[in-house]
């Protein structure tokens, strides 16, 4: 098992910036990839970034191109998102999310098993 922990979620004014971390801990061995959703009140989770754990290959969700960046430490077994320019568009609750797929690219919920308990990110207007 591996569990994950979000921090760093608050409230920001439009055009302000956040940096969301998630450790993880337990079988972080077995860890290929990861990844952060978000899910805004009334509306379906969605994909936001994802990283290959090793190689550090990095994707995102179109609209949070240039303005959010998924990076990770190795050595503290922590993610990050590091969120500029923030809109109230971004207002949701942030997860963190694992799998242990080797190699696997993906923006799809089922193809993470392990998940964090959110952090809640209000962006004000």
């Known amino acids: 098992q591996v569990q994950l922990v979000e921090s760093g979620g608050g409230l920001v004014q439009a055009g302000g910036s956040l940096r969301l971390s998630c450790a993880a801990s337990?079988?972080?061995?077995?860890?290929?990839?990861m990844g952060w959703f978000r899910q805004a009140p009334g509306k379906e989770r969605e994909f936001v970034a994802g990283?290959?754990?090793?190689?550090?290959?990095?994707w995102y969700k179109e609209s949070v191109k240039g303005r959010f960046t998924i990076s990770r430490d190795i050595a503290k077994n922590t993610l990050y998102l590091q969120m500029n320019s923030l809109k109230p568009e971004d207002t949701a609750v942030y997860y963190c999310?694992?799998?242990?797929?080797?190699?696997?690219?993906?923006?799809?919920?089922?193809?993470?098993?392990?998940w964090g308990q959110g952090t809640q990110v209000t962006v004000s207007s």
């Open positions: 337990g079988r972080t061995f077995s860890v290929a990839g």
């Open positions: 999310a694992a799998h242990s797929s080797s190699g696997l690219i993906t923006t799809l919920l089922n193809d993470f098993e392990y």
């Open positions: 990283l290959t754990w090793d190689a550090g290959g990095t």
